[in-house]
Each structure stands twice: as C-alpha cells, then as structure tokens.
C-alpha cells in the first residue's frame, strides 16, 4: 500500500529535518539568569545536552559554594566554588532538568551556552530510525517492481 | 466490504499522501525548532524534576503549528472533496450503490486520520528525538498525572475542529479556490480579530495553563465545547449538506 511507503519515508525525511535543525541551532545564543528559590535551589531545563559556560558573583568578596546535580542519575556533575566571583565551562551530558544549590552566601549566576551538540544516545536513535526505515522503504519498493515484472 | 475498499482507495491517494508528508514534516522542523530554549519556571522540589519538563511540553503548540495544521488539514479535505468534484473525478465515485453522506464521513474519517497523525505523530517524534537520553524522567513525565492521555486529547480536539470546518467549506463552497479562502476565513478570522474566548487562542491558552496539573482536567472541561460539540455539529451539518448537494 502507498500509505506504508509514505509513513516510512516520513520517517527518513523527518529524521534528517530534524538532524538538519539540529545543526542549525548548533550556535544558538541562548542564556539564562538562574533564580534560588527558597529550598535553596535554582533549576533550568535544557533543550539537548550542550556546553555551557556559568559565571557566578558574590557581594563583598565573600565565599559561595556551587553545586550542579543531575536529577536523572541523582549524582553531582560539578562543583564550582569561589569568593567574590567564579567562572566555568563545562558540559551537562544530556537534555532535560538539572538542579543547582548553593553553600554560604547566594551568589547570582548567568548561564550561557556556549555550544549545542546532541548527545550521544540521541544521535544513535535518530541514525537507528533513519537507517530502517530507509532500508524498509527500500525494500518495499524492490519488491513491488519484482511483482510488476512478473506480470 | 465496500466500504473497506472506499477506504483503502481513499487512503492511498497520492496528493493527499503527499501533503501529509510534507505536513509531518513542516511540523516536526517546527516543534523541533520550538524546543530551543532554556526554561526555568514549573517545580523546585527535588521529589517532582519531572514536571520541570512539562514546561517543554506545554509550550510547543504555537501559531506555527497552527498554520501548519491549518494548511495541512484544509488542503486535504478541500482536495478530497471540493477537487475531485472540480476535475469529474467524483462522478464515477459517486456512481457506487452507497450514500453520499457515508462516502462523505468515510473521507472525514480518512482525513482525520492523516492530520492527526501528521500533528501528533510529528511532535512525538520530536519529544522521543529530544528527551530520550534521559528514559526516566521522560517517562515519569509522561505517565505521572495521565499527562500523555491529556495531550493526546487536546491535540485530537484541536485536529477535529480544523478538519470538521475544512470539510464543512469544502462541502459548502463551489469550487476550489473559494473552498481555500473560506476556509482560511473562518479558521483565522478569530485569531484576527483577537477573539481570545474562541479557537485558536482557546487553545494556545488552554495548552499552556495545562502545565499545572491541578486545574488540567477543568480546562480539559472547557475544550469540550470546541473540541467536540462545535466540530460534531459541524460534521452533521456538512453530511446533511453533502447529501443534498449535487455532484457535479
């Protein structure tokens, strides 16, 4: 049927779309300002996993204490301390939530992304889907004109 | 059994097949380019990280997508029903022993399906390509709340209403090119005016304040009105009009 063939090649043409949008958003200005709520954390969720650079001031040259955790393995993926101001890059290893509290005094912190890369595991899925629909199609199609020849 | 057969011709109608692969795509390039923000906002306590990603989620359907889907669901019910009419195609159509209002509802049900699968199918597809590097958050996300099954209805709602006025005007209007115009009209003719109590900006607000899990299900009580009543009515009115209607 057509419908099948469409819906594969929908698959392929959407996969590659999207690993085209990807890389055009590869240098993507985004930032952010990070606010403590009252627990005492700041959360930010990010679109892909990325690198990203975090600049972080005190008042008065005091000592502050950073911690960065990731939600999804429940572990601490960076730790910046500093008195009066700090700066870091650093990568956060896949998309989604991720949390940050702080020792001492609050600082105010700005977030920037310096680069946007997908992560790995996404990479593998999308080359995955791409490749078997592509081969499904292509089988598909092989078939079809085999039937037609025989006729 | 006939009825299988209309089906399956309908399915496989190549300029339809193909606006839905062009919508499907458009649409996923859309959602996929919405997603490109950081957010902050949603929950701060460590027990509920998953519904930070609502945020996500919950602000993906925006007039982009609207257009799209207008665009989409229009061109095809207008080419199923007011083209074939254009070029003579339909006579031999409707020459089948078979009631126009049914081979009408069976063109509505194909429809539906085409553009539901091209606007919800694209944005699952760009949710998976997105948030699956973290599979368990994004499936608490998902499952927590029956925030699935809320999405999955309010992007139904929003695809009948589209698609129950696209078929109405391609019912109603004398050809093509009227079809098209009436259609975008009374589709964007809301959203002009700044109407905010009537689709679209019905539900653009209503899927953004969806993020709160507390009142989802009374704004999911809101959309029933627009999301079923008014495209069911409309449905009803285009088959009783597709029967008295001459093919010609």
Redesign the interface.
């Known amino acids: ?3 099948t063939k ?1 819906l594969l ?3 392929l ?3 590659l ?2 690993l ?3 890389h055009l ?1 590869e240098n ?1 200005p ?3 300002s ?2 403590f ?1 009252e ?1 005492g ?9 990325m690198i990203v650079k975090m600049s972080c001031f005190s008042s008065n040259d005091e000592f502050f204490g950073i911690n960065i955790m990731d ?2 393995t429940g572990k601490k993926i960076r730790a910046i301390k500093g008195s009066g101001s700090a700066e870091e890059v650093f990568l956060l290893p ?4 991720y ?1 940050i509290s702080y020792e001492g005094v609050m600082p105010s912190c700005t ?1 920037k ?1 310096v680069k ?1 890369y997908p ?1 790995k ?2 990479l593998e ?2 080359y995955y889907i791409g490749t078997i629909s592509a081969l499904l199609l292509s089988l598909l199609i092989w078939r079809e004109k085999n039937e037609n020849n025989n006729c | 059994m006939r009825l299988r057969t209309i089906i ?1 011709w309908e ?2 109608d ?1 300029i339809r ?1 193909l606006i ?2 062009v919508g ?2 458009l649409f ?2 859309s959602f ?2 919405n ?6 906002g ?1 929950s ?3 027990n509920y ?2 519904q ?2 609502w ?2 989620y919950f602000t993906m359907f925006s007039s982009d997508s609207y257009l799209i889907l207008v665009l989409t669901s229009l061109l095809i019910s207008v080419i199923g029903i007011r083209y074939e009419r254009d070029t003579k195609f339909a006579l031999s159509l409707y020459a089948l022993p078979i009631k126009k209002w049914k081979i009408s509802l069976i063109k509505f049900f194909v429809d539906i399906i085409f553009s539901y699968i091209a606007f919800f ?2 944005y699952l ?2 949710l ?7 599979p ?3 499936k608490e996300s998902l499952t927590v709340n029956h925030t699935i099954f809320y999405i999955v209805t309010f992007f139904l709602f929003v695809s009948l209403y589209v698609l129950s006025i696209s078929h109405f005007v391609s019912t109603i209007a004398p050809n093509t090119f009227a079809a098209l115009l009436l259609g975008i009209v009374f589709l964007y003719l809301p959203r002009f005016l700044g109407l905010l109590d009537l689709p679209p900006y019905l539900f653009m607000q209503a899927f953004l304040h969806m993020r709160n899990p507390i009142i989802r299900k009374q704004i999911m009580e809101n959309l029933v009105l627009w999301g079923i009543f008014v495209p069911l009515l409309i449905l009803f009115a285009s088959l009783v009009l597709s029967e008295w209607r001459d093919v010609k």
Not at chain 2, 35 to 40: E, V
Not at chain 2, 128 to 134: A, E, G, K, N, V
């Open positions: 049927m057509r419908v469409t090649l929908v698959f043409i959407s996969t779309a999207i085209g949008v990807q958003n993507k985004l930032g952010i990070l606010m709520f627990n954390y700041a959360h930010f969720v990010a679109p892909s996993s939600p999804e896949h998309s989604g939530p949390y977030l992304v946007i992560s595991k996404i899925l999308e | 399956k399915l496989d190549p097949n839905f692969l499907f795509v996923s390039i996929k380019s997603i490109y923000n950081i957010s902050s949603g701060t306590s460590l990280t998953f930070n990603l945020t996500i199918g694209s597809l760009v998976i390509y997105t948030f699956s590097d973290i368990k958050l994004f």
